[in-house]
C-alpha cells in the first residue's frame, strides 16, 4: 500500500504533465519569456521528466522581457532542491502505471479540412473511401468514432443532388430514434419540389414518406422488404446511393497498471526517451512484447508465471466463496451499497445491466423503497428537518397575509398608482420547497436544467394517455430509471434525454441500451448471470462507460456473477463474422416476384444476376456457381408444384401470404399449402363460430407459435399439479390428423424433389466432384487399393454403389433412397451442399400431430399462445408455462405481429380476386368505394369489418375465412395490449 506522500506526488505529477500537454496543444504560442522557460525546464527536471523536456515544452521564440511572477527556485547546480517531488522508476514505467487514462488515444490524427476536428489515419482512409464512391467496411471500437462517417456521407448526399438516397442501418428501435434526433439536429434543406430529408422506417413504426426523403433510417429486415419490393424497385431502389451500417468491433484499453509487468519487458521494449509522452500507438507495440514475454515464461518457466499471477491476483478472489452466485436477499442488500458506493467515489452516471425485464424492474423498485425508508426514519428522527418544516409553515402563513394585503392594495390602488411587488417573497426559497421531494441525501438524481421543464415531463409521463407506473414516476424523481422494450416509447426517448443531461444517474437496462445508443456513462455494471451475457454482448456493454469525449476512464463492475464466469467473459474470443445460407425457398420465390412486379426493372434484373453470378454463395461455404443454380431450379420446381409459381414464373394469388411471413419459413409455406387443399376452409366453415375460432387458432399456434416446454415442467405429475392450480393447459393439443395427413403427403413431394436435384447434381457433375472417400470429420482419405480375395470379390458382387449418398453412410446397407430431409442433408456425398433450413420440410409439425401420437416426441410444444388467448393472465404463462416472465412479451408480440401481417395479406388476396372477378373494374380504389348492391341481400349485413370493406363478389367462404382470422388477430392484440399497454 502506497503512503500518502507518495499518492499526493503521483497526483501532484500527473496535473503537471497534463498542463504541459494542454499548453503543448495550443495553436498559438506567444514568446515566452526566457526565465519562464527556465522555470518550466526546472518543473521537469524537479518532477524525474528532465529528458522529455524538448517534447512537452512549446516549441516558441524566447523574449528577454520580464516575467509577470517571480518563479519558484525548483533546481540549483542542476540539482532538483525538493527531492520529494521526482518519481521513483523511470518516467516509462510511471506513465504506465498511473498516467494511462490520460494518454493520448489517437492514431496518427492530423488536421482535416472536411470534418472540424482531426481525424485518425484509418478516419482519413475512410473519408477518402466516401469521396471515391468506394465500398467500405469499417470495424473499431466503441467510441472510436464510426458514426461521424454516416454524418459524412450524408451530407455529401445532401449537397451533390435532390435525388440521391442514404439508407442508415441501425441494429435496434432505439438507435433509430436517436440518429433521426440527430439527423434533424445537423442537417436541414430547402427543396423546390415535393422532397423530404428525413423518412424513418421500422417494423411497428413509419414516419416520412421513404420514396420522397434522402435519408432513410430503419433496420435490417426492413431493408430487405424494402429493396425486394417491387413497387420500389423501379423509381426509388436505384436512387440509393450508399447504405450505412456501423458495428462495433474489440475494444483495446490504453495504459496497463502493474510495475511487475512494466520491469519485465523493460529490456525488449526500448522507446526513446525524446519522443514525447506514451500514447496509444506506444501501448499497443507494448502489449505484443509483453505477450512474447509472457508465453516466454509459460514454455520455459511456468513456476515463475504462477507466481506473477499469484501477486496479481486479490485475496478477496481466492476465496470459495468468489465463486458463488449470491441468494436474492443478498443481491438486493447489496444492490444499494454498490449504487451507494459508486455515488460516494464519483463514478456516477453508472448503466446497470440485467437481461431480464422483470429483474430490472425489482431492482428499481428495491433500490427506490430502500431510499424512501431511510428518507422517512430520518425524517422522523431529525431535529434539522422538523425546523426547516416549521419555518416553511411559518413562512406560508405570513405569505397569505402577504397575498391578502396585495390583493387589497390592488382593489384600493388609484388609477395612476403602481401596485408594488413583493419580490422577495415570490423569490425565497420555502415558495418552492415541496415536502414530498425527493431530499438530496436519499436521491442520485443530479440537477435538472429546468425544474419546471422537468415537472412538465414527469407530469405528461404521469397522463393517462402514457400510463406510466407510479414505481417509473417515483424512481424518476429520484435519479433512477429502467430502460427496456417494454416500457413505452415516450417514457424511454425521456428518460435517455434526462440520462444525457446528467439528471438520471442511475439506469437500469436490458441489453437495449447496449447497440450504438448515445448512452455515456462512467460505469457499467452487469447484475447477475444470463444467458443472453455473451463475449459480444459483455463488450458491447462495457464499452458505454468512459466514451470518448465524456470521460478519460470508463469504470466495469461484475455484480452478482461467479468469479470463474467473470474471468471467461473477460477472457472469451469474440465470436467470427458469421452467415447464414441465403438461398431459401422464400427469398426465390420474392426475386421473382421482384422481377414480374417491377417489369423487369434494371435494378430488379441486375439483383438477380447478381445472385446468379456468386462465385460462392457465402463467405465460409464452398457451393459454387454450378450447384447455385441447381438449387435455385429445384426451389423453383417446387414452389410451382406448390401452387406459388404459374409456368409463366408469376406468383399466384397465395404468394403474398408466404412472402409476407418470410422469416418463418417453412411455416408460411405449410399455411399457403393447408389453404390450398380446402382445410382452413372447412374450419372456418363450422356451424359454431367459437369451434371454428378455436380449431383455427390451434393450427396457427402449431405453425407459428412453436415453443417447446422445459424438461423440468413436462413431466405428467408436475403437468397436473401445475394444472390444478393455474387456468393453462400448458401442452399444445396434438395437430389433428386430417392437416397432418396433408402436411405428410406434401412433405414426401418436398423430399422426392430435393433428392432428385441431389441425385442429378451428382450425375451431371460426377467427374469434377471425384471420388467420395474423404472422411467427412477428421478428413484422412479411406484405403481404396482393392485385395485379391474371393471374399472381397464376393462383397463387390453385392456391394451397394450410391450417387448421391455418402459411402460412408451406404456400409450400413444404404442407397440413394432417403427416409427423411434430415437423412438426405446429413448423409449426401461430399461436393453437395445441402442445407436443411434451405428446405421446407413439413416433418416439424407431423411429430407433434395426432398421427404419431402413439410416438411421443422428445420435446412437448407449450401452449402458451393458446392459453394466453383463454385467459389473458401473464403470471399464468411465467409459473405454468415456463416461459421467463422478460421473455412473455417478445413472445406474444411476434404472435401478434404474424397475425396482422397473414390479415394483411388475407385483406390483399381478396382485392386481387375481387378485381379478377369483376373485369370491368381496373381500380383497386374504385373497388372499395362500391356499393353494396352489388352483393347478394342475405350478406347485406356483412359489408365490412372494421374499416376494411367487404370487395365486392367475395363468396362467402372466402368471407367466413376472413372473418374468423380477424376475429382472433382483434381478440389477440386486445388482450395483449390490455396487459402490456
Not at 496479481?312 to 447489496?334: N, Y
Not at 409521463?461 to 416500457?487: E, K
Not at 412453436?706 to 413436462?714: G, L, M, Q, T, W
Amino acid at each position: 500500500m502506497k503512503s500518502d506522500p507518495d499518492s499526493s506526488r503521483d497526483e501532484m505529477v500527473i496535473k503537471i504533465l497534463r498542463l504541459l500537454s494542454e499548453i503543448k496543444k495550443l495553436p498559438v504560442h506567444p514568446n515566452i519569456p526566457t526565465t519562464a522557460n527556465k522555470f518550466l525546464m526546472d518543473v521537469c527536471r524537479s518532477i524525474g521528466f528532465e529528458s522529455f523536456t524538448s517534447s512537452l515544452l512549446p516549441d516558441v521564440a524566447l523574449s528577454l522581457d520580464s516575467c509577470a511572477f517571480k518563479p519558484i527556485k525548483l533546481v540549483s547546480k542542476m540539482v532538483s532542491l525538493y527531492p520529494f517531488m521526482s518519481i521513483t522508476v523511470s518516467p516509462i514505467e510511471w506513465q504506465l502505471e498511473h498516467f494511462g487514462e490520460y494518454m493520448d488515444r489517437s492514431m496518427d490524427s492530423a488536421p482535416d479540412a472536411r470534418v472540424p476536428f482531426s481525424p485518425d489515419r484509418w478516419q482519413r482512409e475512410v473519408l477518402d473511401a466516401i469521396d471515391k464512391n468506394e465500398s467500405l467496411l469499417a470495424l473499431a471500437p466503441t467510441s472510436a468514432g464510426k458514426t461521424f462517417i454516416s454524418f459524412y456521407a450524408m451530407e455529401r448526399i445532401l449537397r451533390e443532388s435532390d435525388d440521391g438516397v442514404l439508407v442508415y442501418i441501425a441494429p435496434t428501435k432505439a438507435l433509430v430514434n436517436q440518429i433521426a434526433a440527430e439527423v434533424y439536429g445537423r442537417f436541414s434543406k430547402h427543396y423546390s419540389g415535393n422532397q423530404t430529408l428525413l423518412a424513418v422506417h421500422t417494423r411497428d413504426t413509419r414516419t416520412g414518406d421513404l420514396q420522397r426523403a434522402q435519408i432513410l433510417i430503419t433496420v435490417p429486415e426492413m431493408l430487405g422488404i424494402l429493396i425486394l419490393s417491387p413497387a420500389l424497385a423501379q423509381n426509388w431502389t436505384s436512387r440509393v446511393k450508399r447504405r450505412n451500417s456501423f458495428h462495433r468491433a474489440r475494444t483495446r484499453r490504453c495504459g496497463l497498471g502493474t510495475n511487475h509487468s512494466a520491469r519485465s519487458v523493460s529490456d525488449n521494449w526500448v522507446i526513446s526517451d525524446g519522443r514525447g509522452l506514451l500514447c496509444q500507438k506506444d501501448i499497443l507495440e507494448y502489449e505484443k512484447v509483453l505477450k512474447d514475454v509472457v508465453v516466454h515464461l509459460m514454455v520455459h518457466d511456468p513456476n515463475s508465471m504462477k507466481k506473477i499471477i499469484s501477486s496479481l491476483t486479490p485475496r478477496t478472489l481466492t476465496d470459495p466463496g468468489a465463486d458463488v452466485s449470491p441468494s436474492k436477499d443478498e443481491f438486493l442488500e447489496g444492490l444499494m451499497s454498490l449504487v451507494c458506493d459508486l455515488h460516494k467515489l464519483d463514478n456516477l452516471p453508472a448503466i446497470l445491466f440485467s437481461f431480464d425485464r422483470t429483474s430490472c424492474e425489482y431492482m428499481a423498485k428495491s433500490i427506490v423503497k430502500e431510499l424512501e425508508s431511510s428518507e422517512a426514519k430520518w425524517k422522523q428522527s431529525s431535529h434539522r428537518w422538523k425546523t426547516k418544516l416549521a419555518e416553511v409553515e411559518n413562512w406560508r402563513k405570513l405569505e397569505k397575509v402577504r397575498s391578502a394585503q396585495r390583493q387589497k392594495e390592488m382593489r384600493q390602488k388609484q388609477e395612476h398608482d403602481a401596485p408594488r411587488d413583493d419580490v422577495s417573497s415570490t423569490h425565497a426559497w420555502q415558495a418552492t420547497f415541496h415536502e414530498e421531494d425527493p431530499l438530496a441525501d436519499f436521491s442520485f438524481a443530479g440537477r435538472p436544467s429546468s425544474k419546471e421543464e422537468l415537472e412538465d415531463t414527469i407530469r405528461d409521463l404521469s397522463g393517462p394517455w402514457l400510463n406510466t407506473p407510479d414505481w417509473a414516476i417515483n424512481a424518476l424523481r429520484r435519479g433512477i430509471a429502467v430502460h427496456h422494450a417494454g416500457m413505452s416509447k415516450a417514457y424511454r426517448v425521456v428518460i435517455e434525454n434526462l440520462f444525457r443531461q446528467g439528471f438520471i444517474r442511475v439506469m437500469i437496462s436490458t441489453g437495449t441500451l447496449a447497440l450504438g445508443i448515445n448512452a455515456p456513462a462512467r460505469t457499467s455494471v452487469f447484475c447477475g448471470d444470463s444467458p443472453f451475457l455473451t463475449a459480444l454482448m459483455y463488450r458491447q456493454c462495457a464499452g458505454r462507460a468512459g466514451r470518448r469525449g465524456f470521460d478519460l476512464l470508463g469504470n466495469v463492475v461484475f455484480f452478482g456473477l461467479p468469479y470463474s464466469r467473470v474471468q471467461r467473459l473477460v477472457l472469451s474470443r469474440l465470436p467470427a463474422l458469421g452467415d447464414s445460407f441465403p438461398l431459401t425457398s422464400t427469398f426465390i420465390l420474392r426475386l421473382f416476384n421482384l422481377l414480374q412486379g417491377s417489369n423487369y426493372a434494371d435494378f430488379a434484373v441486375r439483383s438477380v444476376e447478381s445472385v446468379m453470378n456468386l462465385p460462392r454463395i457465402s463467405h465460409r461455404s464452398d457451393m459454387g456457381k454450378d450447384q447455385v443454380l441447381h438449387h435455385v431450379r429445384f426451389s423453383i420446381e417446387y414452389l410451382r408444384r406448390a401452387g406459388l409459381l404459374n409456368h409463366e414464373g408469376k406468383p399466384t394469388n397465395l404468394f403474398g401470404i408466404s412472402s409476407h411471413l418470410y422469416h418463418t419459413e417453412p411455416s408460411n409455406f405449410a399455411l399457403v399449402y393447408i389453404f390450398e387443399s380446402g382445410i382452413i376452409h372447412k374450419i372456418c366453415e363450422q356451424s359454431s363460430s367459437v369451434n371454428a375460432e378455436m380449431d383455427l387458432l390451434l393450427l396457427l399456434c402449431h405453425l407459428f407459435g412453436r415453443r417447446y416446454i422445459p424438461r423440468n415442467y413436462s413431466q405428467p405429475e408436475v403437468i397436473a399439479r401445475l394444472m390444478t392450480k393455474y387456468p393453462s393447459q400448458i401442452i399444445l393439443p396434438p395437430l389433428p390428423s386430417e392437416i397432418a395427413d396433408k402436411l405428410q403427403g406434401h412433405n414426401n413431394d418436398i423430399l422426392r424433389m430435393f433428392s432428385s436435384y441431389a441425385l442429378s447434381y451428382a450425375v451431371e457433375h460426377q467427374s469434377s466432384l471425384g471420388v467420395d472417400d474423404t472422411l467427412p470429420l477428421n478428413g484422412p482419405t479411406a484405403n481404396t487399393v482393392r485385395i485379391e480375395s474371393p471374399f472381397i470379390d464376393y462383397l463387390d458382387s453385392t456391394k451397394i454403389t450410391p450417387i448421391a449418398r455418402s459411402i460412408f453412410a451406404a456400409t450400413s446397407g444404404l442407397d440413394d433412397h432417403f427416409t427423411s430431409i434430415y437423412d438426405l442433408v446429413s448423409t449426401v456425398r461430399k461436393g453437395i451442399h445441402l442445407h436443411e433450413h434451405a428446405i421446407p420440410s413439413m416433418q416439424g409439425f407431423v411429430d407433434h400431430s395426432a398421427l404419431h401420437e402413439s410416438m411421443q416426441p422428445e420435446h412437448k410444444l407449450n401452449a402458451y399462445i393458446l392459453d394466453f388467448y383463454s385467459h389473458g393472465q401473464v403470471s399464468a404463462l411465467a409459473e405454468a408455462n415456463g416461459i421467463r416472465r422478460g421473455d412473455v412479451w417478445y413472445e406474444l408480440q411476434e404472435f401478434d405481429l404474424t397475425l396482422k401481417t397473414i390479415r394483411t395479406s388475407l385483406q390483399e388476396l381478396l382485392i386481387q380476386l375481387s378485381l379478377a372477378r369483376c373485369r370491368e373494374i381496373k381500380d383497386v380504389n374504385e373497388l372499395l368505394d362500391l356499393e353494396a348492391e352489388e352483393e347478394d341481400e342475405e350478406n347485406e349485413e356483412e359489408d365490412g369489418i372494421e374499416g376494411f370493406k367487404r370487395p365486392p363478389k367475395t363468396s362467402p367462404g372466402d368471407w367466413k375465412v376472413y372473418e374468423i382470422f380477424d376475429r382472433i388477430t382483434r381478440n389477440f392484440g386486445e388482450k395483449f395490449h390490455e396487459i402490456f399497454a
